[in-house]
């Protein structure tokens, strides 16, 4: 036995890899020509991937630099091989990369796949890493022979997608000189992609513009027919490149299977050269919010492919892809070099200003479109009013809202401004984490009476943006559940009645009660501007968090205890009168009743009694002494 037959070795694939396998042969998406676009990406990538490393070693090239992928169509035995001479992989390179799953988020990911259906399921393949096994939605077997450059070993992977997978060493002349084959056997109902037609159509739909020439083999030992010529789509003018130019590359090189919604394209001149070609997508990446999700902006120093973990743009607009490409860096440039060249800082500056333009330009002249861009990302470009203060004024501008005045659709803080009420100083906001529950809060009765229009914040990041910006067109952001109201000054649209002096005064003496009863669990208690229909809530101190913002901290153990909020009483409401009302000697449920009333305000805030058990039995003892009476 040789020594390459006995290096056979048998894997089985990870849980998460065999459960995608799973899915990927018995799912049915409405698109299944996804899996040539990922297999030629990573044949482009690995030939990039080459021409980096041969720039320190010009020897990987050997007498073959120019770089190729090769499709070659085999009807008679239907088999489709994608071939390219790129960087290759060694045996534990083969195992890493065919065996394993190393993004974060796949388990997500599982779920989503699991019940997406068309489209959206094939957009979903290039968007964790897994790109290659989408070749099992067409193949019962796949093998792929790979070698790396400059090595002397060449390596055979096979599996059929159902649970395991072998890898031996391979003769050398049965491999490529370097660069990697894959090879795949058609199922029955997958043999059109040896038509050349068919496959010749995808490439040129999907993978036209990858930076690497494409040919094409009609049947095993023909001439190769060049049907993709590699150039740079980046470097044309752009009156020479269509809509469909750019949509086209935009899959190609961010992974996704829809529509550009706003395309950047520019060459800077000046001090630093470069040139910029950007996409904000027309649907929210999955792993938008993953928090290990870098940006994807990919960094070539002439038309070679350095890396795509440069931070090319600020962290609030990671769902941009695309790529900068600058003759003004050497080709060996480290990665400590990349982060603190000038360079790049003025490529983050510059395509920064021009991302936000476009978007600013799409508000203005396509607002239907930028109202779907606002909706998949507006909540990751606020990060942005927090994070970046050169730009904070910028960014809020441009941002829209929910508010009580708008009934779903998202509003500017311009038109808020210009809609303020006379005698109104304050741009009024609630913040929560779910909208439904928002509008129903108690604290925005006084507001909605009095025609007040308040922003309904519910992204996380809305607590903490609120409170580093001081201002906009000179109108302090206040939250309605922090502090005084003060809407004394703006009159109700409409007259409710008024409650007579006696009143007034049993429920100031109520109120002294109630903050003796409840002593060290509150820090205040006050009748309430903001209550019309509710009997109580509560708020936060005038200085310190509000209450949305406690509850974050405290639940992130950023602060040990939440300060001692304030519940607000309406003195009208007939309830507060009623146990105001109550002769003094019949303390004992009076006291019962202030506590039940701070109980329901927590309720009310979305959140649990302090104390369940005492809560129910305050609540059986004023339920039996109402039933006697």
């Known amino acids: ?189 997958a043999k059109t992609y040896t038509s050349r037609w068919t496959v010749e159509r995808i490439v040129k739909d999907q993978s036209g513009h990858v930076p690497v020439p494409i040919s094409i083999v009609e049947k095993p030992g023909d001439e190769p027919a060049q049907v993709a010529d ?62 290990d999700r870098k940006g994807r902006m990919k960094l070539y120093v002439k038309r070679v492919f350095i890396t795509d973990e440069a931070e090319l743009l600020p962290r609030y607009l990671r769902f941009v892809r695309g790529l900068i490409d600058t003759a003004d860096l050497p080709l060996n440039v480290s990665r400590e070099m990349i982060q603190e060249s000038p360079l790049l800082a003025s490529i983050r500056k510059g395509l920064t200003s ?106 996380p990041v809305d607590s903490f943006w609120v409170t580093s910006a001081p201002d906009f067109e000179g109108k302090p952001f206040k939250s309605i559940t922090q502090g005084a109201a003060d809407l004394a000054g703006i009159a109700k649209q409409e007259a409710d009645g008024t409650t007579s002096a006696e009143t007034n005064q049993t429920v100031a003496e109520f109120v002294t009660f109630a903050k003796a009863a409840l002593g060290n669990a509150v820090s205040d208690v006050r009748t309430s501007e903001r209550l019309t229909e509710s009997a109580v809530c509560l708020v936060a101190p005038e200085h310190g968090p509000d209450r949305q913002l406690e509850k974050m901290l405290q639940g992130a153990g950023r602060i040990d205890s939440a300060a001692k909020p304030i519940p607000e009483i309406n003195p009208g409401h007939a309830l507060i009168t009623a146990i105001a009302a109550c002769p003094a000697e019949d303390e004992a449920f009076r006291e019962d009743a202030v506590k039940l009333l701070l109980d329901q305000a927590r309720v009310l805030d979305g959140d649990k009694p302090e104390d369940p058990r005492a809560f129910a039995e305050r609540l059986s003892r004023v339920f039996t002494r109402a039933l006697k009476s």
């Open 1 to 189: 036995m040789s020594e390459v037959e006995m290096s056979v070795e048998k894997h089985v694939f990870e849980a998460d890899v065999a459960r995608l396998l799973h899915l990927m042969v018995h799912s049915v998406y409405s698109d299944k020509n996804i899996f040539l676009r990922e297999l030629i990406s990573n044949a482009a990538d690995a030939c990039e991937k080459l021409r980096y490393e041969a720039i320190v070693a010009p020897e990987l090239l050997g007498n073959d630099p120019a770089p190729r992928i090769t499709l070659t169509l085999d009807e008679e035995k239907a088999r489709l091989i994608v071939e390219d001479n790129g960087i290759g992989m060694s045996r534990d390179e083969l195992v890493e990369s065919l065996g394993t799953i190393a993004r974060s988020g796949t388990r997500a990911f599982m779920e989503r796949i699991e019940a997406a259906q068309g489209k959206e399921g094939a957009q979903l393949i290039g968007q964790f890493g897994v790109g290659f096994y989408s070749a099992f939605m067409v193949a019962d077997n796949v093998d792929v022979v790979s070698r790396r450059a400059g090595s002397d070993k060449a390596w055979h992977w096979a599996s059929d997608g159902k649970g395991s997978y072998t890898v031996s060493a391979v003769e050398l002349a049965d491999a490529p000189a370097r660069g990697t084959r894959i090879t795949l056997h058609l199922m029955d109902d």
């Open 230 to 291: 590699g150039t740079a789509l980046w470097t044309k003018q752009k009156s020479e490149i269509s809509r469909s130019d750019y949509a086209d590359f935009y899959r190609s090189v961010a992974g996704q299977y829809d529509e550009p919604a706003v395309t950047v394209h520019f060459r800077a001149e000046g001090r630093h050269e470069y040139t910029a070609l950007a996409f904000v997508p027309g649907s929210k990446p999955f792993d938008l919010f993953d928090p």
């Open 354 to 459: 021009r991302v936000l333009t476009s978007i600013e330009k799409l508000a203005e002249s396509e607002p239907e479109t930028f109202a779907k861009v606002w909706e998949d990302f507006g909540s990751v470009i606020k990060e942005g009013i927090y994070e970046d203060f050169e730009r904070r004024g910028q960014l809020i501008a441009r941002s829209r809202f929910r508010t009580t005045a708008s009934d779903d659709k998202p509003r500017a803080l311009g038109d808020y401004v210009k809609d303020m009420k006379d005698g109104q100083t304050a741009i009024y906001y609630l913040a929560g984490a779910n909208l439904a529950q928002l509008k129903a809060s108690p604290q925005l009765e006084g507001f909605r009476a009095r025609g007040i229009e308040v922003l309904l914040l519910t992204d």
